[in-house]
């Protein structure tokens, strides 16, 4: 649920003018001009807008993984950027990025065991993040074993494990079927809801993005976060 009061103390990420230029001279490319921003726990928020309008990288810009080259991104209820990752922003990317030779539930588990975690702690949130996802059945399967769809929902458990305070979510369900893909979608909502954390998914599909409370919208590089949601 998203808060329209309150201090900037409270609020998990405030982007202010910001801009990301790749390259330079005439062939530089600015992939987002001057945003501006705030998100607060619980905010639920749906990114849309056409490929190439700037949405991953102001994703990565709001998670501290890419710099902007200009303006100013704080995370005032969180810390320094040295402070993101692991545990309190977690990111779910386009393709699942999962480590080949670990079976799904060290997937899992690894991001929490990183964080100092004990291993049996670990392995106990792996194995409620996977059954959240209907997945426990894969706990002893490795990458290579399962499908496209099944790793991307491994990807989701292994975000939604950590219990973190922001999830940013890229095309989380481009490469899902619709019924694999609502079963991700109801996961990241679910969980948002239950721990207070804030979601925000890039979308192109119309039905994902109805489901959430903000609608924000990109074009050409330039955020609007006042657009009408259909919701």
């Known amino acids: 649920m998203s808060h329209g009061g309150g201090g900037l103390t409270d609020a998990l990420v405030v982007a202010t003018d910001v801009a990301r230029t790749f390259g330079s001279g005439p062939s530089a490319v600015v992939a987002v001009h ?10 639920l928020i749906a990114l849309t807008g056409p490929s190439g309008s700037g949405k991953t990288t102001l994703l990565h810009l709001l998670a501290g ?10 995370w005032p209820a969180i810390g320094t950027v040295r402070q993101l990752r692991p545990g309190p ?34 392995r106990e949130m792996a194995i409620g993040a996977l059954r959240q996802l209907d997945l426990e059945s894969l706990s002893v399967k490795l990458p290579e074993e399962i499908s496209g769809g099944q790793a991307q929902r491994v990807a989701v458990a292994r975000v939604l494990a950590g219990q973190p305070r922001l999830i940013l979510a890229d095309e989380p369900t481009g490469q899902l079927d619709h019924t694999s893909g609502a079963v991700v979608v109801d996961a990241l909502i679910a969980a948002s809801i239950t721990t207070g954390a804030a979601l925000i998914i890039n979308t192109h599909d119309d039905a994902v993005a109805d489901r959430l409370e903000l609608l924000w919208s990109m074009t050409n590089g330039r955020l609007n976060t006042k657009a009408a949601a259909s919701c």
């Not at 993984?65 to 704080?74: K, N, Q, R, S, Y």
């Open 89 to 122: 922003i977690a990111i779910v990317f386009q393709a699942p990025s999962l480590l080949a030779p670990l079976d799904i539930l060290e997937n899992v588990s690894l991001p929490l065991l990183l964080r100092g975690i004990d291993r049996d702690t670990a």
């Open 65 to 74: 993984l890419d710099a902007p080259t200009a303006g100013m991104i704080e």
């Open 34 to 43: 001057g945003a501006s921003c705030l998100v607060r726990a619980g905010d």
